[in-house]
Every structure is written in C-alpha cells, then in structure tokens.
T-cell receptor, first 114, second 117 residues
Framework: EAQVTQNPRYLITVTGKKLTVTCSQN?????MSWYRQDPGLGLRQIYY???????DKGDVPEGYKVSRKEKRNFPLILESPSPNQTSLYFC?????????????FGSGTQLSVL | AQKVTQAQTEISVVEKEDVTLDCVYE???????LFWYKQPPSGELVFLIR??????QNEISGRYSWNFQKSTSSFNFTITASQVVDSAVYFC??????????????FGTGTRLQVTL
C-alpha cells in the first residue's frame, strides 16, 4: 500500500532532550516536506527536500534539522526541543520535485515538550 | 509573497444544507496551483482537488464543487446537501511555480465545518 509513515504518533518529552521524528515513504517520491500545525495558524512548512541530499528551509525552520540521505526517508530532528515546539507535525511527499503535485501526508505526530 | 486567506474560522450547518467555504489567495505569479485538503476528526490530511491557474473551469465531484475565479483571486468550495461525515477542517493551499518558488506550498488557516443532524 502506498503510504507515508511517521513515527511516533505521540511523543512527550522535556525541554532540551534531543528527539527525532521519522518519516518514510514507499512511493519513490522526489519531494518530501515537514509541516507543523498549530491552532489558528494552519499548516506551516518547516523544511523540504526536492531530492536526495537537497534540502532547504521553509517558513519556520528555527530549532529544526532535517536530512535526506536516502530517497525514502526524511527525518525531522529537534536538537534541543522547547515548549514552543509543542505542535502537531506532518510529513508529506509528492511525485514531482515541486509542490504542484498533490501531497501525500503521514498520520501526524503530536509532540508535547514540557 | 504568496498568501492564502480562509476568513471563515468555523461554520456550523444542519445536515442537508448547502455550504460554501471561501478561499482567497494572493500571488504575483501567473502560473500557480490551488488545492483543497480535508482533515477529518481522525486527523489525517486528505487531498480533494488540484487546479492550475490556466484552468478556470468549475469542477464538480459528487456533492462537492469548486468555483475558481481569477478575477477575484478566489477558489471556493461548495458542499451540496451536507452530511455529518463532511464534518472536518478544510484547508485551501497555493503553490507558486515561479523560479525559486517551485517548492513552496502555502496553506490557509483552515475552516472547521460542523454538520449536525
């Protein structure tokens, strides 16, 4: 089944403790992206990747890191999480290198930073 | 800079009513794509439609229809004879396809639709 898999689904952590949210897609998609969803703000792009080893910042990249060593994986790393990073996170992928194709989303990761 | 405005934060209707969700966008590009996504209470995001800037034809898919008007920079979504299963948050999104912006997708803040019996 074609899908984007995110793990974990829920994560509670404490300020400053490094964490990684994994994202994997099995559709051989070029483009992958991370978004965070906050009440009243919609979805905002954190980072995106147009192909292996090609990543760039979105609208809200501060406090986050990403890597794209393999086409299928695009982990989101929070080196030193802070409470303002408490949010619902979505990974997404699409077939083309641009966002003119529809996005396939993961199930989301609800992160709470205490 | 591109921008998407969904001015309706929440809409509540009774089942079988028609409802229109508004989406107004701003862009300097002549080539762009517009999308609608649905987020039901379970939380996943589901693609509904994509429209490019050169195709102003309205689209109908079952009870769903979309009205794209470049003159008013709007891409509105209408649900006819709404059902409880339509209850969700709906997001409008804009993708510019100019040089250096091909990777940017901007979402609106979403409209929460509540359909009651």
């Amino acid at each position: 089944e074609a899908q984007v898999t995110q793990n974990p689904r829920y994560l509670i952590t404490v300020t400053g403790k490094k964490l990684t949210v994994t994202c994997s897609q099995n559709m051989n998609h070029e483009y992958m992206s991370w978004y965070r969803q906050d009440p009243g703000l919609g979805l905002r792009q954190i980072y995106y990747s147009m192909n292996v080893e090609v990543t760039d910042k979105g609208d809200v990249p501060e406090g986050y890191k990403v890597s794209r060593k393999e086409k299928r994986n695009f982990p989101l790393i929070l080196e030193s999480p802070s409470p303002n990073q408490t949010s619902l996170y979505f990974c997404a992928s699409s077939l083309g290198e641009a966002t003119n194709e529809k996005l396939f989303f993961g199930s989301g990761t609800q992160l709470s930073v205490l | 800079a591109q921008k998407v405005t969904q001015a309706q934060t929440e809409i509540s209707v009774v089942e079988k009513e028609d409802v229109t969700l508004d989406c107004v966008y701003e862009t300097r590009d002549t080539t762009y794509y517009l999308f609608w996504y649905k987020q039901p209470p379970s939380g996943e995001l589901v693609f509904l439609i994509r429209r490019n800037s050169f195709d102003e034809q309205n689209e109908i898919s079952g009870r769903y229809s979309w009205n794209f008007q470049k003159s008013t920079s709007s891409f509105n979504f209408t649900i006819t004879a709404s059902q409880v299963v339509d209850s969700a948050v709906y997001f409008c999104a804009l993708s510019e396809v100019g040089a250096g912006t091909a990777s940017k997708l901007t979402f609106g803040t979403g409209t929460r639709l509540q359909v009651t019996l």
